[in-house]
């Protein structure tokens, strides 16, 4: 009476209750970004650095720092082989193997340090003519105690790279042929370093070094505990324009030296004598020059 059918609303299932949340939308990569599993993606603003920025970079580094950035990609490995110009080597003789592939990276060197403790076995006459071979352009040489180098060796050295401004040798064995090879094919030789050169003994008393073509260049001189050490006088003598001379333990009597030394208008500025044999009248002597500036004898 009067009552309308009623209607049942229809219950809504459960699994129409339950709703998935919206999925998030996929992450953009920027195009610069790179993922650590895709190396392919991103840029590499160094590649429009021109090498020598990218060298003038690597040169303002640590050491440390320098190799570690050399490993990360192979421009990189080349520009900064290329951008070093001073290195220093253990020169053991077990770096003989290692000289062409590390000089073919290392290819522009110019100051060379070849360095070996006194308990191992040095690099020899082979090794020293192919790092000349490698390194025609050196200009700096340092030898330390690299026994195994002879006269022989130095010789083609010499011969292989003329552009030598700076030598200096310790502990090491060649003598007075490998000194005065160098003397005569370095005309450039500015600076000569020599102390403990075991290959001048008393066998090699009548072996003298002279100047070469390095008697016009030469500027500074220091021997250092040689025996038998009055066989650079030739040398002393004949460089004209030396300015410094440095003699430190040097055995043999130098008065004969010293007495050419002062007989001639000689530019010397510094002089440096320590336990050497020479008479009281050749030290006066060396007060006389006009143009020294300091003196000091011990």
């Known amino acids: 009476m009067g009552q309308s059918a009623s209607t049942s609303r229809p219950r809504s299932s459960k699994a129409a209750a339950v709703t998935n949340p919206p999925s998030p939308p996929p992450l953009s990569v920027a195009p610069d970004s790179q993922s650590p599993d895709d190396t392919t993606t991103g840029y590499d603003y160094s590649s429009r650095l021109p ?5 003038c970079i690597f040169q303002s580094l640590s050491s440390g720092d320098r ?4 490993l990360v990609c192979r421009r990189w490995l080349r520009v900064e082989g290329q ?9 053991k003789a077990e770096l003989t193997g290692a000289i062409h592939q ?3 990276r290392f290819d522009l060197v110019t100051k060379l340090a070849l360095k070996c403790d006194r308990r191992s076995v040095s690099i020899g006459d082979d090794a020293l003519i192919l790092i000349s071979l490698k390194c025609r ?7 330390r105690a690299c026994r195994e180098l002879t006269d022989d060796g130095m010789s083609v050295f010499a011969e292989n790279c003329r552009n030598l401004q700076k030598f200096s040798c310790g502990s090491c064995s060649f003598g007075a042929k490998g000194m005065n090879a160098l003397l005569e094919n370095c005309g450039l030789l500015e600076e ?5 050169l075991r290959g001048i003994t008393d066998g090699a008393a009548n072996e003298i070094v002279g100047p070469g073509r390095a008697g016009s260049s030469l500027r500074i001189i220091c021997l250092k505990d040689l025996y038998n050490g009055q066989c650079f006088g030739p040398l002393i003598i004949g460089a004209k324009n030396l300015t410094s001379l440095k003699l430190f333990r040097c055995s043999g009597d130098w008065d004969k030296v010293f007495d050419a030394i002062t007989e001639r208008n000689n530019g010397l500025v510094e002089v440096h004598l320590e336990r050497l044999q020479v008479s009281d009248k050749n ?9 020294m500036d300091g003196k000091r004898i011990e």
Do not use: M, P, Q, Y
Request: charged share 25%; hydrophobic share 35%.
């Open 67 to 70: 190799k570690r950035s050399s």
């Open 192 to 196: 000569l370093s020599v102390k403990r």
């Open 102 to 104: 590390l000089f073919s």
């Open 283 to 291: 030290v006066g002597c060396l007060g006389s020059f006009t143009s």
């Open 51 to 55: 090498d020598e920025c990218l060298a």
């Open 137 to 143: 352009n050196l200009t700096r040489l340092k030898l």
């Open 83 to 91: 951008s070093r110009h001073r290195i220093s080597l253990n020169a």
